[in-house]
C-alpha cells in the first residue's frame, strides 16, 4: 500500500484523486489546496485541508499546482523522510525546493475538467534522484496505467515542446480547416474521418513515411490555387508549413 | 443494379474497384487504365484494356486519374448517355469535357496502396448537373458508405485546401514532435495517446473550445523555453503558430 498526499484543485489533481480513490494499493491520506473550496467535493473520501503546515505523514506528496507555484509550495513541505514529485512537463525536477527526496510524476496528456480520463491511455512520465524512489514511483504509475517511462528532465523539457506541436499546433490545424469550411457552409464533419486517418497513421508509419499531398510532391498548380482561396494570415502558414515540408 | 465502367490504375482506382466488386448492387463491366500492367490483377473478375475506344456501355464511368488527365480522358468517352464523374477533390465538375451528363463523386480519405480502406468511413462528396443524376449518384454511393454529403465545386475547393491543414500540415507538426524526440532518444509512443486525445477532441468540441497551451493563455515565460529548444526553422514556424492561435 501505497500512501499519498495530494497538493492542488486543478485538473491534474482532480483526476488524479478520482483514480486514485478507486485503486486499491494507493491510499490518498490527504489533499491539501490553498482555497478550500475546490476540493470540499472530496470531503467525504479523505482528510483535506487548507493549511499547508497541517499535512499528514505519507510515502509520496504529489504537487499538482502551477508551474510558477511548485518551488513555494514544495518548500513548505517539511516531512524530511518523504518523496516529493511534480507533475509538470516542462518544470525541471531541480526546482522542487524540498529537504525530502525529489522526483518527478507527469502524466503526459491533456486534461479537461469535465471529461473522465482514461488512465489506462495516459503515459506517466518518472524522475527520481535514487532508483529506489524510482521504483516506487514505478508501482505508484503502473497501478493506475500500463504507459510507463523513464525521462529525465531534458528529456521532459523536449517532451512538452513537441507535445505544443502534436497537439496545440495540431489543433489550430483543425481550427483553419473548421473556419474554411464554415466559409462555404460545409459541415466539419466531412473533415473527421481524415482527421482520424492521419492521426492513426503516425502509429504505423513514421510521420515522414506517411506524408503525402501538394508541398511533398511540389504540386505547384495545386498550391497556387489553394494560396487564392485562403486569407493572408492563412496564406503566411500555408506557405511556411510547406516550404518545411519540402525542406524536409 | 448500377454498372460502372472505372478509368485509372492508382489507388482511388484500386480501392475502389475493391469495394464494388464485393457491392451486390453494383456491377462493374469494365476497368480501362493506359499501363494494362497495372490493372491486369483484375482480369479474372471483369474486363479490363488499356483501349479508351473500346469501353463497354455502363450506367457511370468513373474517372480516378491525375488530376491533370481528367480534361482528356474524359473527353475520349463517347457514350451520350452516361453519367460521367471524376473523383477529385481539385478539379470542378465543368472541366469534364464530356458529351454524356456530368458528375463528382469525391471519396474525401487519404488512401495508401497497401493499406485496406474500411469504406464505411469514407464521406462522399457528391456533385451532380441532374437531381436524377445526383440521386443516381447517392445510390452509388450509399452502397458503400453512410457519410454521403451534396458539395458543390466551390465548396469542394474549399474542403480540398482545409484537407491540406488537416491532414498534411497536421503531419508536419508530427513530424516536427518525431524530430523533437529522436534528438533526445526520447520515445515518440509517449505521444502517441496525446495525439489520438487531439484528434478525438474535435469531434466534441470546437477546435476553439479545445484549444489550450502556452499561446492560448500567453505564458510568455514557457514560450520562450520552448523557442530555446528549436532551431531556426522549427523557431519561425512556432512563432508564427503561436501567434496565430493569440489572433484567433
Avoid: W
Amino acid at each position: 500500500m501505497i500512501s499519498v498526499v495530494i497538493i492542488g484543485g486543478g485538473n491534474v489533481a482532480y483526476h488524479l484523486i478520482n483514480v486514485f480513490l478507486n485503486t486499491k494499493k494507493i491510499t490518498i491520506k490527504q489533499i491539501y489546496n490553498r482555497d478550500i473550496q475546490k476540493i470540499k467535493h472530496f470531503k467525504n473520501k479523505t482528510s483535506i485541508t487548507s493549511n499547508i503546515e497541517s499535512l499528514v505523514n505519507a510515502d509520496i506528496y504529489i504537487i499538482a499546482v502551477s508551474d510558477d507555484a511548485i518551488s513555494t509550495v514544495s518548500s513548505k513541505i517539511l516531512n524530511k523522510n518523504a518523496l516529493i514529485v511534480h507533475t509538470s512537463g516542462s518544470v525541471a525536477m531541480q526546482n522542487l525546493k524540498t529537504i525530502g527526496r525529489k522526483g518527478v510524476f507527469y502524466p503526459l496528456q491533456s486534461f479537461s475538467k469535465h471529461k473522465p480520463v482514461d488512465f489506462k491511455d495516459v503515459p506517466f512520465c518518472l524522475e527520481a534522484e535514487q532508483q529506489t524512489d524510482l521504483d516506487l514511483l514505478k508501482q505508484l504509475a503502473t497501478s493506475i496505467s500500463p504507459k510507463v517511462y523513464d525521462i529525465n528532465s531534458e528529456q521532459r523539457r523536449q517532451l512538452h515542446v513537441a507535445a505544443v506541436f502534436v497537439n496545440n499546433f495540431v489543433n489550430h490545424m483543425y481550427k483553419i480547416g473548421y473556419d474554411l469550411c464554415k466559409d462555404y457552409n460545409v459541415p466539419f464533419d466531412v473533415l473527421v474521418p481524415l482527421i482520424r486517418e492521419t492521426s492513426k497513421k503516425v502509429v504505423s508509419l513514421t510521420p515522414d513515411e506517411a506524408q503525402t499531398g501538394p508541398a511533398k510532391r511540389n504540386d505547384v498548380k495545386t498550391i497556387k490555387n489553394h494560396l487564392d482561396l485562403l486569407t493572408e494570415k492563412q496564406q503566411e502558414i500555408y506557405n511556411l508549413i510547406t516550404k518545411s515540408i519540402q525542406n524536409g
